[in-house]
């Protein structure tokens, strides 16, 4: 199935930002919704995102006033709370979050959930970038942390480089800077990759 409308939350929004590769959300979905929470999570850093966002064409900015109870039992963050309870009413629609808890969430009320990682591979595969290789190092130089085997997994899926992450062995640690985000957190497991990308 084809997804054209996604909801981003502020994690994957803020990552895409910062490695300047956000000019690919538009051209893989024709609408993009920011809930006001997330709006408000990434323009009140003092970052590169938090300047870009605000002058943005491409995406609707949604006020969610109500988190959704099934939503709210998982006791997630705000912004995630907010782009879930909004993709529960919102139909044909997936949640781009990379948070564990939160994908893990999304799979047990039936959303669908595409992870930055993600986002990468089905750019290659739609032909919009020739490798994701770039684009994985450009994530990491931007403070996502990503751990060896799921930069293989991730290569693998989008292209089959052959080019090993044992090549790049040194990693920035995930609690380095509050502006960081873990694997540990991001991805589930392996075997279930392909489900949750849904290309």
């Known amino acids: 199935m084809s997804i054209n409308r996604v909801i981003i939350n502020s994690s994957p929004l803020i990552v895409?930002?910062?490695?300047?590769?956000?000019?690919?959300?538009?051209?893989?979905?024709?609408?993009?919704?920011?809930?006001?929470?997330?709006?408000?999570?990434?323009?009140?850093k003092d970052?590169?995102?938090?300047?870009?966002?605000?002058?943005?064409?491409?995406?609707?900015?949604?006020?969610?006033?109500?988190?959704a109870p099934?939503?709210?039992?998982?006791?997630?963050?705000?912004?995630e709370s907010q782009v879930l309870s909004l993709a529960l009413?919102?139909?044909?629609?997936?949640?781009?979050?990379?948070?564990?808890a939160a994908r893990r969430c999304g799979q047990a009320l039936g959303i669908t959930t595409i992870g930055t990682?993600?986002?990468?591979?089905?750019a290659?595969?739609?032909?919009?970038?020739p490798s994701i290789s770039p684009g994985i190092q450009a994530l990491r130089d931007a403070g996502l942390w990503l751990s060896n085997s799921l930069v293989d997994l991730l290569k693998q899926q989008g292209n089959n480089d052959?080019?090993?992450?044992?090549?790049?062995?040194?990693?920035?640690?995930?609690?380095?800077?509050?502006?960081?985000?873990?694997?540990d957190r991001l991805y589930t497991p392996n075997s279930q990759v392909n489900k949750l990308f849904h290309i």
Do not use: Y
């Not at 990682?117 to 089905?122: A, D, F, S, T």
């Not at 290659?124 to 970038?129: H, N, S, T, V, W």
């Not at 052959?162 to 694997?183: A, D, E, V």
């Open 162 to 183: 052959r080019t090993l992450s044992q090549n790049h062995t040194k990693w920035m640690p995930h609690n380095s800077c509050s502006s960081n985000f873990s694997s």
């Open 117 to 122: 990682g993600g986002l990468l591979i089905l």
């Open 70 to 79: 099934v939503v709210a039992a998982w006791d997630l963050g705000k912004g």
């Open 89 to 100: 009413k919102t139909s044909d629609c997936a949640a781009i979050v990379d948070d564990r």
């Open 16 to 44: 895409l930002l910062k490695s300047q590769q956000a000019k690919l959300i538009p051209q893989l979905f024709t609408e993009v919704l920011v809930t006001l929470g997330v709006f408000e999570e990434v323009t009140t």
């Open 47 to 67: 970052d590169v995102a938090s300047t870009q966002l605000p002058s943005i064409s491409w995406t609707q900015i949604v006020e969610v006033n109500t988190i």
């Open 124 to 129: 290659k595969r739609r032909g919009l970038i």
